[in-house]
Structure formats: C-alpha cells, structure tokens
C-alpha cells in the first residue's frame, strides 16, 4: 500500500542477502520439511526478505486481532467459519504464496478481474487520462489465488521465493496443492487468499530481474465489498486509491520532513485525496459524494485495524476528511472545467494536512 524511508533502509540492509539460498540447502543433511507447517526458520525468513524487498504493504485484516465488527469484516470471518487454527496457518502461508508468486510473475497473472473486469479497466484508463503521470508504466494485475492447486506454479514460487531445492519444493507443492483443492478452501479460490489490494513502485532485484510498477487487486477484496452492496463504487475507488501512490512514486511525493506513523499517515491520506478528487470529479468517475462516502467508511474501517505502526492510514474520521477534501476541491475544479496539475494538488494537500489529522474529540 505504501512506502516509508524506514522500511526502505531496512530493505537495504536486507537486500546483499536476498536470493541467497539458507545455508541449510547445502548442508549435508537436509533438515526435516515433512510439513508445510513447519518449514524451516531460514527459508520462512528468506520469503519474508523478498517480500520487504518487493516494499509491499497489504490490506489484511485477517493478519490482525481486531475488535470492531463491520459489514465487510463479518463478512470474511463468516466465510472463514470453519477453519481451524492449522487451517489460518496454512492459509497465511497460501497468502505469501499467492503475493509473491503475482508480483514476482507478472506475465503468468492474467489480465481479467472476473465480474468487475469492465469497471476496473475502464477506471485504469480513465485514471491514466485524468492524472499527469506516466500511466503506461504502471501495470495492473488481478490477485488470484487458482495458482495454489497448480503444482508447477507451487514448486516455482517455493523455490524462488523460500529459496529451497527443487526436489523439496516439489514435496512442498504437492503438499499445498491436495490441501488447497478442498471445500474449505473453496479449491483454492477462498476469498482471504486475494483479501488484498497494494502498489509497487517497481525495483529491479540482483539475481532475479525487475519487478514493474504495479497495481495488484485482489479478487477477495472485490467480493467482499461486493457481498456488503459497494460493488458500484469500490473498484473504482480501490484503483484510485493505488493509482495515487503512483502519482506519489512518480512525482515524488513521499519524502517530507514527517517520519513514522505520521510519514505513513500523510502518504495514506494524500492517497484518499487524490481518490475523492478523481472520483467525484466531472472528468472523472462522475460519483455521488454519498457513495463515496459509504465506501471509504467500509475502507476506513478496514484500514483503521489493519494498519499499525509505520504503515498507519489515519482513523477512519482523517480519512473520511481527506476524501471529502479531495470531493471539495473537485467541485471547485469543475466550476473552471479542469484537472488540477498532481503537483498542485499536493502541495495544497500539504497545506490542508494539518486541519484533516486535528484532533477531533
Ligand atoms: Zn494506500
């Protein structure tokens, strides 16, 4: 979802390891990985490096306790009823596997979103055309999660990504794949597995190749927010949410003098701005205001529990004020029958940052 300057330094120092094998794959006995459950520390902490490299942050509510009950979160612990705790663990695994195996082979991701393909291309489009930044550098990629009961796409991924030898991943695929193809995990297509949406700024990685600036959606997150009656509005304001971190990387928008949560913060709610502005604007996706409203509500709520620490988002109120400054100065724009320049906008997004995080008791 988002970048900061620590995670990037901390990425950094990570890097000169990455793509390493564990030691542990040239030892001389091989230790036990009998079960996906217990997959030895180094390869667990070899796909974790890769992810901090790729910068990825995820909406991911089922990664956090979170107290407050909303539409959309009853929705996904309904549909999750019947798992066991073995069963999260592997679904958390199924998670990593489905990211990295969608970001680290972009070409193998497919290009539909299902049901919402016609709303979530035509709003690509249309956002390309509204914002002035190089639109045909940014891919945009479904998150799919059919690949875990596809043995080939398994063994390549647990290779690639937790650096173990081929014969192992092999184990490990056929393993994942006859436990994914059940009921319960709906074959593999459980909606928690794609509950996702995020952007990458793109980043070349030593051994492997480039990974391209991307906009990956997440099959579950669409359903979800179909299945609580915003399948109207949330493409589109998901996309524009994500297409606004690519105005941040692109016109560098993400160094200020804040750091920490209130890096994160700002970056977030600029996000939320630039998606209330296109959203509602005349030249954009022409939305009633109380539409939108009702969407980044259910996002805010979303974000309000998934996101702590460095990668915080703004109470559900700070962002509910950021989109609804971003649908004001639409209005105001239309009136003179423009698009602000991005730079503009966010230079008197700055200017209004203070008043949007006042506290509001
Ligand atoms: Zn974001």
Same mark, same amino acid.
């Given at each position: ?27 001389? $006995? #091989? /230790?036990?990985?009998?079960? @996906?459950? !217990?997959?030895? +520390?180094?390869? =667990? *902490?070899?796909?974790?490096? %890769? ?17 407050? $009950? #909303? /539409?959309?979160?009853?929705? @996904?612990? !309904?549909?999750? +009823?019947?798992? =066991? *705790?073995?069963?999260?663990? %592997? ?271």
């Amino acid at each position: 979802m988002r970048n900061t300057i620590a995670s990037r330094v901390a990425v950094a120092v990570t890097a000169l390891t990455l793509l390493t094998p564990p030691g542990w794959a040239q030892a001389e $006995s #091989t /230790p036990d990985t009998g079960t @996906l459950l !217990a997959l030895p +520390a180094e390869a =667990t *902490a070899h796909a974790n490096q %890769l992810q901090a490299r790729l910068d990825i942050e995820a909406i991911d509510p089922s990664d956090y306790v979170c107290s407050s $009950s #909303t /539409p959309i979160r009853d929705w @996904l612990a !309904a549909s999750k +009823a019947d798992w =066991t *705790a073995v069963d999260h663990n %592997l679904a958390n695994l199924a998670q990593q596997v489905v990211l990295l195996d969608t970001v680290l082979f972009p070409d193998d991701a497919g290009t539909g979103f299902g049901a919402f393909t016609t709303p979530v291309t035509h709003a690509f489009r249309d956002l390309g055309r509204f914002w002035d930044i190089d639109s045909s550098r940014i891919r945009l990629l479904p998150l799919r999660s059919t690949m875990l009961t596809d043995r080939t796409k398994l063994t390549r991924i647990f290779t690639v990504g937790w650096g173990f030898p081929e014969a192992i991943s092999k184990s490990l695929a056929d393993q994942m794949a006859t436990l994914m193809d059940t009921d319960k995990f709906d074959h593999g297509r459980h909606p928690g597995f794609t509950f996702n949406a995020f952007a990458i700024g793109g980043l070349e990685i030593p051994g492997f190749g480039t990974v391209p600036p991307e906009i990956v959606m997440g099959d579950g997150v669409l359903a979800g927010m179909r299945a609580v009656g915003l399948g109207d509005v949330a493409p589109q304001a998901i996309l524009a949410h994500e297409y606004g971190h690519h105005v941040q990387y692109q016109r560098d928008l993400f160094n200020s003098d804040l750091t920490g949560p209130e890096a994160s913060r700002r970056t977030e709610l600029m996000a939320d701005a630039f998606a209330g502005y296109y959203l509602t604007h005349a030249r954009g996706a022409t939305m009633q205001w109380k539409r939108v409203q009702q969407f980044v509500e259910v996002f805010a709520q979303l974000g309000d529990c998934s996101f702590a620490g460095d990668s915080h988002h703004g109470t559900p109120n700070q962002r509910l004020h950021a989109a609804e400054w971003g649908y004001g100065l639409a209005n105001d724009a239309q009136k003179q029958g423009h698009v602000l320049p991005t730079l503009t906008f966010a230079s008197l997004f700055d200017r209004q940052l203070p008043t949007l995080v006042a506290p509001d008791a």
